[in-house]
């Protein structure tokens, strides 16, 4: 590293780390750190939430808190990990950090934009913190009618007010990300020489912007019905309940995709890398992005097969979430394809891909069971259904999230972390996760339904080893979060391209400066062309890798 990199690095370290330029900055970088410390914050008030609902469930009996109590823990964990969490952390961090510079832009199309949409996710955040403190919410993050618009006696409107409010940060988050793919490519920067990270994030970027308003109007229907007492979906006032879950799950199916298409683009710039191959299928993996975004739209009634809808609506909507799960297995299949006779390295990014990959496959075939009708039947509403989900979201989402930190980590600190200690955390959180996780898909097999704190003694085994599981869990989630903030003043310098990878990104300095290049870079190769020595790809007149 030069001296006048050493130089632009500690006047980034050093001098503007002011709250103020923090504030007030425009910069996609920054706002990206900000996020960062937002959701991590978030993360662990949600983990807070459970940790306490695996106490509860050790024992069979109800002994550490009651009923009303362990209703508003398992909802507020859930509103805050999936609204405050696991919806924002790729986009809002890695995304913010990462489109424009793959791309070849100085900034997002709208900057200012940007930092409203931080500024609207903390006040949104706020609502969602003060209706906790102020005794939670009951409902489940589900919202089911007519139980949260008339008959819960707990803080609904705050919460729900929460929610809308961070979902315009979500929809400007997504509008912001369409805009700059769209026009603010670099030269040469064509369709299929884009990143796959960027074709998630593009995709990701349309469901947020097409189906966030949804959930948005509903909850806002929610909110009326429960002061006014308009009569939109309780009975008694000659609304439809059923009416509600199709909204609902209208834009909350959708969103389990806004929450795994972009790990899915995480995982094909590490596969990629850590296997030194262009990725297999590079535009079959693209138009797969695409079109989990489009038939993701259209399976919303498989959550609804117990609630009275038509067999033959059951039966469209389980062939339809079979159909949405051809385009991710297409994925799967190539980033297997892409790893055959790679040169590998097992980095702590590479294992956070591979961990996604394992578990992620578990998710989506134990979802298959669920788009079963027979089958859905049995287990609806059990411990199954907690299982599936949390394989995608945590095993998927989570996953991916700190692969994608631990890789971008050296580019956004300029520092590297001990590549031990992170191997050995992505082990335990892969272990911790399965014996969490797994002993539920048996308990929900059996019978045990969510959302209740009492439970028949033979259950207790099974829930004492998905505790267990959660401590080991949460061991490998500090692990990151003491090593990383450890990195940023101990960790050796990372240099431009540590990894040797491919990409515009890698070919700034680590941290980038404001404007990202020093000039704009022209664009000759597709991504991840591996086969070619980095000086043969540089876009800069400069070596790749340094």
């Given at each position: ?43 662990f008030i949600g983990g807070f939430f459970a940790t306490l609902i695996r106490l509860e469930l050790l024992t069979p009996q109800g002994d550490l808190v009651q009923a009303e109590t362990y209703n508003k823990l398992f909802t507020m964990h859930g509103v805050t990990m ?245 385009p991710s297995a297409i994925k799967v299949f190539n980033w297997t394809a892409t790893l055959y006779k790679g040169s590998i390295s097992y980095d702590a990014p590479m294992l956070y891909a591979l961990g996604f990959i394992g578990l992620f496959t578990i998710g989506g ?68 996760f399965n014996l969490t996780f797994f002993p539920q898909f048996v308990l929900g097999y059996i019978g045990m339904p969510r959302r209740y704190h009492v439970y028949p003694p033979e259950f207790q085994v099974l829930n004492v080893m998905s505790t267990a599981g959660a ?76």
């Amino acid at each position: 590293m030069n001296v006048s990199e050493v130089e632009r690095r500690e006047h980034y370290l050093n001098v503007n780390y002011g709250i103020r330029s923090w504030l007030l900055t425009t910069d996609h970088k920054r706002i990206a750190w900000l996020y960062l410390l937002s959701v991590t914050l978030f993360f662990f008030i949600g983990g807070f939430f459970a940790t306490l609902i695996r106490l509860e469930l050790l024992t069979p009996q109800g002994d550490l808190v009651q009923a009303e109590t362990y209703n508003k823990l398992f909802t507020m964990h859930g509103v805050t990990m999936i609204f405050f969490f696991l919806i924002p952390s790729i986009p809002a961090v890695l995304g913010n950090f990462l489109v424009p510079m793959m791309i070849g832009a100085r900034d997002l199309a709208f900057p200012r934009l940007n930092l409203a949409s931080w500024y609207i996710f903390i006040l949104g955040g706020v609502f969602t913190v003060m209706a906790a403190a102020a005794g939670g919410v009951d409902t489940g993050w589900t919202f089911y009618t007519p139980y949260s618009s008339i008959y819960s006696n707990t803080h609904v409107v705050l919460t729900v007010i929460g929610i809308f409010v961070t979902g315009f940060s979500s929809i400007l988050t997504g509008l912001n990300f369409i805009v700059t793919i769209h026009k603010m490519r670099a030269p040469g920067m064509t369709w299929f020489r884009l990143p796959l990270f960027i074709w998630a994030h593009y995709a990701t970027s349309i469901i947020f912007v097409l189906g966030t308003p949804v959930i948005a109007i509903t909850l806002v229907l929610v909110a009326l019905e429960r002061i006014f007492r308009l009569g939109i979906f309780d009975p008694a006032l000659g609304g439809d309940p059923v009416l509600f879950q199709h909204l609902f799950w209208f834009y909350s199916h959708p969103a389990v995709y806004i929450m795994v298409l972009p790990a899915m683009g995480v995982v094909s710039e590490l596969i990629a890398c850590f296997s030194r191959k262009r990725v297999f299928g590079y535009s079959v993996v693209a138009f797969a992005s695409l079109g989990i975004a489009v038939i993701g739209f259209l399976v919303w009634g498989h959550h609804m097969f117990v609630s009275g809808q038509s067999v033959h609506a059951g039966m469209i909507f389980s062939l339809l979430s079979f159909l949405v799960a051809i385009p991710s297995a297409i994925k799967v299949f190539n980033w297997t394809a892409t790893l055959y006779k790679g040169s590998i390295s097992y980095d702590a990014p590479m294992l956070y891909a591979l961990g996604f990959i394992g578990l992620f496959t578990i998710g989506g075939l134990t979802g298959l069971f669920l788009a079963t009708l027979g089958i859905d039947v049995h287990v609806h509403d059990t411990y199954f259904v907690i299982a599936h989900f949390h394989y995608i979201m945590v095993g998927g989402s989570v996953m991916g999230y700190l692969g994608g930190i631990h890789f971008w980590w050296p580019k956004m600190t300029g520092r590297r972390y001990p590549e031990g200690w992170a191997r050995l955390a992505a082990l335990i959180i892969f272990i911790g996760f399965n014996l969490t996780f797994f002993p539920q898909f048996v308990l929900g097999y059996i019978g045990m339904p969510r959302r209740y704190h009492v439970y028949p003694p033979e259950f207790q085994v099974l829930n004492v080893m998905s505790t267990a599981g959660a401590s080991i869990l949460a061991v490998g989630y500090l692990l990151p979060l003491t090593y990383l903030i450890w990195s940023l003043r101990y960790g050796t310098v990372a240099g431009r391209n540590p990894w040797g990878a491919r990409g515009l990104e890698w070919e700034t300095p680590s941290p980038p400066p404001t404007e990202n290049f020093e000039r704009t870079p022209t664009v000759t190769e597709g991504a991840y062309a591996y086969e070619k020595a980095p000086e043969e790809i540089s876009t800069l007149g400069r070596p790749a890798h340094v």
